[in-house]
């Protein structure tokens, strides 16, 4: 547990000593979703490390490499793509190669719409990332992607 506390603790040094607003993004995405990944497994110590770590991924990958363009193109594909149906963007910008493949709609229990997506990134150096994320319709028709 004070492993894990002294990760949290170090990833919000590092937030505070961003400058710009890209680097703030990705460091309070980062530390948003290794709290929330942490949160989702707090009963066992190795359970929370596992999900700081793949919360952080999703953080990252969303504060960091995804803008607005991405978010809009994500949201776009949650609301009008058939479940299993791969949608493909490359971003103007950062050159980055997006994949998002929707599951099924479904209502979660407190009445939103719920929607599991698999999100793939490919950086312009070749890296390849994979992320499994939930995202919920938000009243304004958007959705918003959640660990």
């Known amino acids: 547990m004070k492993n894990l506390l002294a990760l949290i603790l170090m990833i919000s040094m590092l937030a505070a000593c961003q400058t710009t607003q890209a680097r703030n993004s990705a460091a309070i995405g980062t530390l948003a979703g290794a709290t929330l990944g942490a949160l989702t497994f707090k009963n066992k110590i190795s359970g929370a490390a596992i999900g700081a770590g793949a919360g952080m991924l999703v953080g990252y990958i969303v504060g960091n490499e995804m803008d607005k363009y991405d978010r ?73 992607l959640v660990q």
């Open 72 to 144: 809009t193109q994500v949201s776009s594909a949650l609301e009008n793509a058939p479940s299993g149906q791969t949608v493909a963007w490359r971003n103007p910008d950062t050159h980055t190669r997006y994949e998002a493949t929707p599951r099924p709609a479904r209502r979660h229990s407190d009445g939103r719409i719920e929607r599991d997506v698999t999100l793939r990134a490919r950086m312009p150096n070749g890296e390849m990332e994979t992320v499994y994320a939930k995202a919920y319709r938000q009243p304004d028709g958007t959705w918003q």
